[in-house]
C-alpha cells in the first residue's frame, strides 16, 4: 500500500528550508499532488505548529499517504482528500487553509493542471483570513528565459514528452502569466539541488 519515491529523502530538507522562510507560522498548509505521503510526513514533525492537509487524484496516492500518516504520532495531518488541479471549481476544500505547496506536479501533466492549480489556490486564498500575501509554492524543473538549461533536464523534458506529448518541464515565464491571470505574482526564486527551483507566488 505504500509507496516510496526516492526523490523524497533527496529534496526533503532543502525543501523544508525554504519553507521555513515562505510559510506562514500558523494556519493549514494545502499540498496538491502529495504523491506517496512522504513529504507531508516530514513536513508536518518539521513544522508542527502548521496543520497539512494532503490531497492527491490517484487512489494509490490516497491510499499509500493514509499509510504513512497512521503511522505518524503527531496531530497536524489530515486525513487525504481527492483533489484534481484540473477541476479546480470541483475541489471541497477546508474553509482555513493559509498556504498551498505542490511539488513535482506540473511537468508529469497537461499544462491544464497548471492552471487549474493557480485557479483553485486562488479560490482557497480570496477565503482565507490571511488573503493577501496568501503564498502559492511550487517545487520541481524549470525552464528560464536568458538561463542556460541543464543537460540532465533537457534529456528529462525529452524523456517526459515521448511519455506524453502534453508533458514536458515548464518555462517559468509562462507559469507567471499564469499566476498574474490568478491574481498571483511571483516574489521569489530559490536554486534548488539537482537543477530544481523552488517558486513562491503571492495572491493579492
Known amino acids: 500500500m505504500k509507496k516510496h519515491a526516492p526523490a523524497t529523502l533527496r529534496n526533503r530538507e532543502a525543501i523544508a528550508r525554504v519553507l521555513s522562510e515562505e ?15 512522504e513529504h ?10 502548521l496543520t497539512w492537509q494532503p490531497s492527491d487524484l ?5 491510499n499509500s499517504i493514509r499509510a504513512y500518516t497512521q503511522e505518524y ?3 497536524n ?8 488541479a484540473q477541476l479546480p471549481k470541483a ?24 492552471t487549474g492549480l493557480f485557479e483553485g489556490t486562488a479560490r482557497a486564498a480570496a477565503q482565507s483570513e490571511s488573503a493577501k500575501g496568501f ?9 528560464e528565459q536568458g538561463v542556460g538549461p541543464a543537460e540532465s533536464n533537457l534529456a528529462f523534458d525529452l524523456s517526459l514528452k515521448a511519455r506524453n506529448p502534453s508533458w ?23 536554486e534548488m539541488p539537482a537543477n530544481n527551483l523552488m517558486l513562491i507566488y503571492r495572491f493579492g
Open 73 to 75: 504520532t503527531g496531530n
Open 135 to 143: 503564498p502559492l509554492i511550487l517545487y520541481g524543473p524549470f525552464f
Open 168 to 190: 514536458g518541464i515548464r518555462h517559468v515565464e509562462e507559469i507567471d502569466m499564469t499566476a498574474r491571470a490568478h491574481g498571483f505574482e511571483r516574489t521569489a526564486r530559490y
Open 58 to 62: 490517484e487512489v494509490a496516492a490516497l
Open 23 to 37: 510559510l506562514p507560522k500558523k494556519g493549514m498548509v494545502l499540498e496538491v499532488a502529495s504523491g506517496s505521503g
Open 91 to 114: 475541489w471541497a476544500l477546508p474553509p482555513e487553509i493559509a498556504a498551498a505547496l505542490c511539488i513535482n506536479m506540473i511537468h508529469i501533466t497537461a499544462y491544464a493542471s497548471c
Open 40 to 49: 507531508v510526513v516530514f513536513f508536518a514533525q518539521a513544522f508542527p505548529a
Open 77 to 84: 495531518i489530515r486525513d487525504p482528500i481527492e483533489v484534481d
